[in-house]
DNA sequence: TTTGGTGCAAAACCTTTGCATTAGG
DNA sequence: CCTAATGCAAAGGTTTTGCACCAAA
């Protein structure tokens, strides 16, 4: 630990910078870099491509940001709570629900731990279709 | 149900095909099909990368395959028993241990459920260094 | 002013598709 | 034979990189 996480990364506030921001805060849900483009190209704050992908990308290692990828390998961010948790996503609007349970937690370390590895860390995401979409 | 699984699926047994499935037996931990590709050729049975990519397509369809999806965005296949589980993959050499617990699915179950979320499934990986890499 | 940020165009990737050819059953 | 499977080449998609320009601090 301690890489220099937060003082190690100068950040300027720049207009494309706050509106990758402000969008990921009014989706509240995982969206992906070409969707933010294009969503931030209709409001009229136009911002390019490589600039949003840059700046999830930053985001992504400041922690700022999830991201996971979809089945046919998009990455989709969503901007989440700094503490450790995981998700439950509905399959058709994206809609997404952050969940956690000390239980999960504890059996992943203890099944690392039992056959000898190191460095854990482990993701889960649980998938269905919400109450909204099922109707 | 009945989308005709199974049945719905001629398969050939071509060299081609074989190749692949003992590839990935021999292996037993993900890998991606370029890397299946290149070994293929390294082994004097050479066999197309299309072909490659069409055969894991179809085994993962058959549900023969995991696939699982890297940082970066590449799928990588390992072969895997029928039956439902979740994988603890070292981080450094890709050795992959399958585990599972009554007590996680149930716990995943109820989440969705408490939720009023349908038709659910998740996924679990769980990440870290293996004694034999950490040592 | 100084240096990080931006954005275009082009490259790099993995993956899929079109189509003529091959070979399994 | 008949039709699925193969493989090349080309296209498709997302993401990254090079480089000149711009604008925060």
């Known amino acids: 630990m301690g890489t220099g996480e937060g003082a190690g990364t100068p ?3 720049t207009r ?3 509106a990758v921001l402000d969008m990921l ?5 995982f969206t992906s870099a070409q969707d933010i483009h294009g969503r931030l ?3 009229g704050s136009t911002v390019g491509l490589t600039t949003v992908y840059r700046t999830l990308q930053s985001l992504a290692e400041a922690r700022q ?7 046919d390998g998009e990455a989709m961010y969503r901007r989440c709570t700094t503490e450790h948790h995981h998700h439950l996503v509905c399959r058709r609007c994206g809609r997404t629900i952050e969940v956690d349970s000390p239980t999960v937690e504890s ?3 203890e099944v690392a731990k039992r056959h000898g590895f190191a460095d854990i860390n482990h993701t889960i995401e649980i998938y269905g279709v919400c109450p909204d979409c099922a109707s």
């Not at 805060?25 to 849900?29: A, G």
């Not at 940001?65 to 089945?71: C, K, S």
């Open 25 to 29: 805060d009014s989706l509240n849900q």
């Open 16 to 18: 494309q910078r706050v």
């Open 11 to 13: 950040q300027r506030n």
């Open 65 to 71: 940001v999830d991201v996971i990828r979809t089945d």
């Open 107 to 109: 059996w992943a370390e």
């Open 41 to 43: 190209r209709d409001n």
